[in-house]
């Protein structure tokens, strides 16, 4: 059976950004929007956690946000339901996870597939899961960098839209090397929903080509 293949649409779109703490991925692309370089609005700016500084930042800029509080809601999928609800509410055309610290279930995924997008400090399928930059240092390597992936119910392992290398130095700390991965991740997030609006991501299996 032939791979199913999806193309991203070319149009104006809506972003719901999901976030937990500062948002500086959604303060990119947002900032991207602004300058005219992607074809979309951010619709919602979503939290699991109250007192994100990413919500407080997006309110200055006059955008809508939302919390809600996970504990009401034992049963992940009932929560993840609710995140679903408030999206197919605004019309959501793309999800960004931008340092959102929950693993989407695979009913969510589902529900959106090839829709929903996620940035990781690492050159997938390398270093998947959390402090990934010290896992970088630690087995040495002399490459690093950021992955741009559409997400899966496997954890770090969708389709791969772009990446960026950045070189692991011998005095490398996980916070030096972190900053210098940030710096490229603002660049390829932004870059991968500029696509994704301008029809030119093509899926095919776990492939994603550029068109």
Known sequence: MADEIFVSPRKHGRIMVLISGRGSNFRAIHDSILAGKIDAKVALVFSNREEAEG?????????????????????KEDYDQEIIRQ????????????????????????EFKNRIMNIHPALLPSFPGLHVQQKAIDWGVRYSGATVHFVAAEVDMGPIIIQAIVPVL?????????????????????????????????VRGRRVFIR
């Open 55 to 75: 919500l407080k930042i997006a309110q200055e800029r006059g955008l809508e946000t939302l919390y809600v509080n996970a504990k009401l809601y034992p049963v």
């Open 87 to 110: 999206a197919r509410k605004r019309g959501i055309d793309l999800i960004c996870l931008a340092g959102y610290m929950k693993v989407l279930t695979p009913m969510f995924c589902n």
């Open 170 to 202: 011998q005095d490398d700390t996980e916070e030096k090397l972190s900053a210098r991965i940030l710096v490229e991740e603002h660049k390829i997030y932004s870059e991968a929903v500029r696509l994704f609006f301008e029809g030119r991501l093509e």
